[in-house]
């Protein structure tokens, strides 16, 4: 089992940049693929990113690519999110989810709380 906790939400300008930070506790953390989704007010959760469990294979939704980063420190149990040229259209909140399978649908087995990203035009 493992637990995950998201930090580095905020609010920021267009053009803006912001980095995720997903912290996970348990000793096997480094055995799981983890995903990053949004889900925006009034929408479905949606995938954007997602890093295999050792960082080899990596994953994004088409509207993200070019401009989020993901990767992973498994000395350090976090996986992050780095966004930058963010958008009004990226406004969501962020979770981050842990999976043995690595996909892009939200079947994802460990979820954690999310964090607010607010971007400002």
């Known amino acids: 089992q493992v637990q995950l906790v998201e930090s580095g939400g905020g609010l920021v300008q267009t053009g803006g940049s912001l980095r995720l930070s997903c912290a996970a506790s348990?000793?096997?953390?480094?055995?799981?693929?983890i995903g990053w989704f949004r889900q925006a007010p009034g929408k479905e959760r949606e995938f954007v990113a997602a890093?295999?469990?050792?960082?080899?294979?990596?994953l994004y939704a088409d509207s993200v690519k070019g401009r989020f980063t993901i990767s992973r420190d498994n000395v350090k149990n976090t996986v992050y999110l780095q966004m930058n040229s963010l958008s009004p259209e990226d406004t969501a909140v962020y979770y981050c989810?842990?999976?043995?399978?690595?996909?892009?649908?939200?079947?994802?087995?460990?979820w954690g709380q999310g964090t607010q990203v607010t971007v400002s035009s």
């Open positions: 989810a842990a999976n043995f399978r690595l996909t892009t649908t939200p079947n994802y087995d460990y």
């Open positions: 348990g000793r096997t953390f480094s055995s799981y693929h």
């Open positions: 890093i295999s469990n050792g960082g080899v294979r990596i």
